[in-house]
Nanobody
Framework: QVQLVESGGRLVQAGGSLRLACSASGLTFTEYAMGWFRQAPGKEREFVSRITGPRITDVTTYYADSLKGRFTISRDSAKNSVYLQMNSLEPGDTAVYYC???????????????????WGQGTQVTVSS
């Protein structure tokens, strides 16, 4: 049974930093691309970042254009974990952040939720002004 468990979300002041973690089990971690998505109240789930797996392709990272330079995704195959370092947080970053595991590939399809087979339950990030 595949499980993705996110952690690290909390209340933080604007300008602060958070590091989210996602621990994966029940799958061959290195064969999956991992993504982070977020969903704010009343809004659709949106792409945040993606990192491809080392076993299938070279590790490559992707970011939503609006987040480049503030967020950094990484993965640790020894720990079956993926991380999202978030800096210079803004109130607009407030959302539930989800970790997801999906296939490899290029193109905008892989920046959308249907490209991911497995999802965590999410972790709440709240940024106060």
């Amino acid at each position: 049974q595949v499980q993705l468990v996110e952690s690290g979300g909390r209340l933080v002041q604007a300008g602060g930093s958070l590091r989210l973690a996602c621990s994966a089990s029940g799958l061959t971690f290195t064969e999956y691309a991992m993504g982070w998505f977020r969903q704010a109240p009343g809004k659709e789930r949106e792409f945040v970042s993606r990192i491809t797996g080392p076993r299938i392709t070279d590790v490559t990272t992707y970011y939503a254009d609006s987040l480049k330079g503030r967020f950094t995704i990484s993965r640790d195959s020894a720990k079956n974990s993926v991380y999202l370092q978030m800096n210079s947080l803004e109130p607009g970053d407030t959302a539930v952040y989800y970790c997801a595991a999906g296939g490899h590939g290029t193109g905008t399809y892989y920046l959308n939720p249907p490209a991911y087979a497995y999802w965590g339950q999410g972790t709440q990030v709240t940024v106060s002004s």
